[in-house]
Every structure is written in C-alpha cells, then in structure tokens.
T-cell receptor
Framework: GAGVSQSPSNKVTEKGKDVELRCDPISGHTALYWYRQSLGQGLEFLIYFQGNSAPDKSGLPSDRFSAERTGGSVSTLTIQRTQQEDSAVYLC???????????????FGDGTRLSIL | GQQVMQIPQYQHVQEGEDFTTYCNSSTTLSNIQWYKQRPGGHPVFLIQLVKSGEVKKQKRLTFQFGEAKKNSSLHITATQTTDVGTYFCAGYNYGQNFVFGPGTRLSVLP
C-alpha cells in the first residue's frame, strides 16, 4: 500500500495542549504539503516542503504552528497551545517535484481529524 | 493575494441530468487542477489543464481552461449516483502555492 499515511486518524485534546500530527508521504515524492480543511470548507494551504529546500511557511496561521520534514521523508505538523478554532481536518499531500508550468498530481492522505475541547 | 472562487456552492440534480461547476481565479494561472472528494474521503486528483483554451474529456466529464487562463469549468453529462461529492479546483502560479477553491458539493437524487 504505497499511499500517503497520516497518524493519528483522530485526535481529541484539551484547549492549551500541544499536538503533533504525522505524515508519511509516498516514497520518492519530494514535494509535501499540509492543508487544513474545516467542516464543509475548502482546503487552506499551510506549508510546503520541496526536497532539501527551505519550506514555504507562508500559510501557517500563527506562530503556534510549525512543521518539519526529516530526511526529506516523514513530516510532522505541531500545534502548540491549541485553541478551539484549530479544530479541523489536517490533510497531508505529496507529489513528485513541482514544475514551473505543469505539475504532478497531489496524492492526499486520509487526514487527521483534530478536535479541541 | 490570489483568490479562487467556485460556483455554485451546492448543486442538487436528478440522476441523468447534467452538472457544471465553474472556477474563477483573480489572477492568470500557470495551470489548474481538479479534485473530487467523496463524503468522508480525501481529495482525489482528476485532471490538470495547462494550455489556454484546453479541453480534456474523461468519459462523462469534460474540463475546460479559459482562453485567458483565469477560469475553468467541469461538466458532467448524465450524472450518476457515483458522481456525488465535492469538486475542487486548485489554481497554481509558478513561484506561488496552490490555491484551492471552496468547492461545489454535488448531490445526485436517484
């Protein structure tokens, strides 16, 4: 099964706690994206990793959000001091390298449903 | 910043009727991708359009990219219950990031 794997699938935590979400991309995919999807809404871009380049963090909503990608593979998204408005589904996607005119399909994981009490 | 809008937000059709969703970008795009998300599922890639005026077909689905590369449409002929889901467009400009539209949620009544 060579799809994008995310864990945990569900996370319920109390307001103020830190959470860590994990994404295991498809082997060989150098591009990795994190998105946030609130109930019934579209996908909000959070962060983009491409190989060993510095990530594009322009979508992170606040300094409570951070992400890293170790060894160009697995990525973790960390949310510190969670707030109720952080409740959403966090989706990870990976693809082959992004181009200038044409791009590769993004392959999405099943997401982590985060609920902040 | 770049904005991508989609209309309609919701569409309810009788099985066998046609369906169209429209995607409009505030800026000219390098390319546009379309995704389908079934209820409870994750987005799945459908197609990418790159050239001005491009038209691509996948069975009952027809995708178009506008001449100005600022708008796109997805048309489904003779909808089936398996077409149920939310259809997203995602616009891309080189050096920037994908911007997803809010999606069009399609319901098909049998």
């Amino acid at each position: 099964g060579a799809g994008v794997s995310q864990s945990p699938s569900n996370k319920v935590t109390e307001k103020g706690k830190d959470v860590e979400l994990r994404c295991d991309p498809i082997s060989g995919h150098t591009a990795l994206y994190w998105y946030r999807q609130s109930l019934g809404q579209g996908l909000e871009f959070l962060i983009y990793f491409q190989g060993n380049s510095a990530p594009d963090k322009s979508g992170l909503p606040s300094d409570r959000f951070s992400a890293e990608r170790t060894g160009g593979s697995v990525s973790t998204l960390t949310i510190q001091r969670t707030q109720q408005e952080d409740s959403a589904v966090y989706l990870c996607a990976s693809s082959l390298a992004r181009g200038s005119v044409s791009n590769q399909p993004q392959h999405f994981g099943d997401g982590t449903r985060l609920s902040i009490l | 910043g770049q904005q991508v809008m989609q209309i309609p937000q919701y569409q309810h059709v009788q099985e066998g009727e046609d369906f169209t969703t429209y995607c409009n970008s505030s800026t000219t795009l390098s390319n546009i991708q379309w995704y389908k998300q079934r209820p409870g599922g994750h987005p799945v890639f459908l197609i990418q359009l790159v050239k001005s005026g491009e038209v691509k077909k996948q069975k009952r689905l027809t995708f178009q990219f506008g001449e100005a590369k600022k708008n796109s449409s997805l048309h489904i002929t003779a909808t089936q219950t398996t077409d149920v889901g939310t259809y997203f467009c995602a616009g891309y400009n080189y050096g920037q990031n994908f911007v997803f539209g809010p999606g069009t949620r399609l319901s098909v009544l049998p």
